[in-house]
């Protein structure tokens, strides 16, 4: 596809959870594996792209389930992005719920951890989006 053709309206798109523990008030974060596309990120949350036939929440429970082992619920959207670098990507960040399976680092991750969500920024080494880190906020 020759991205140059098209003006507006075509995106890459990511789906990120946002994986919340009630109870203990801590996010669920993963450490990626070295990544030749983007080599300054480490810790990141659960997420990947959708092919073109699947379900955009289909797919964020998929991901997550491979990537850390859990089954969640997908409460609601609670931000989107552009990247200033790569306009042609979008992120959708959903708040979820952790209902089942076994936590475990798998694909793409090396090590998961919770952390306070006003602590994310500690862990990131790309930037986090000044809205966003003010959500997480609440969640303390």
């Known amino acids: 596809m020759k991205w140059a053709q098209f003006d507006s309206g075509v995106f890459l798109v990511n789906v990120l959870g946002i994986i919340y523990n009630s109870k203990t008030r801590k ?6 594996i070295n990544d ?6 480490s810790w990141t949350f659960p997420g990947g792209r959708p092919s073109y036939n699947e ?32 306009r042609k990507f979008l992120s959708i960040y959903y708040l979820c719920k952790p209902i089942g399976g076994r936590e475990k680092a798998g694909k793409k991750f090396v ?15 790309t930037s986090i989006h000044p809205r966003l880190m003010k959500y997480l906020k609440t969640l303390d």
């Open 36 to 41: 030749p596309h983007i080599r300054k990120l």
């Open 55 to 86: 379900d955009l929440e289909s797919c964020l429970k998929r991901e997550v389930k491979v990537k850390t082992g859990l089954k969640i619920d997908i409460k609601t959207v609670i931000f989107a992005k552009t990247y200033p670098e790569k």
């Open 111 to 125: 090590e998961l951890k919770w952390i306070k969500p006003s602590d994310a920024r500690k862990y990131f080494t």
């Open 27 to 32: 996010i669920l974060i993963g450490k990626r």
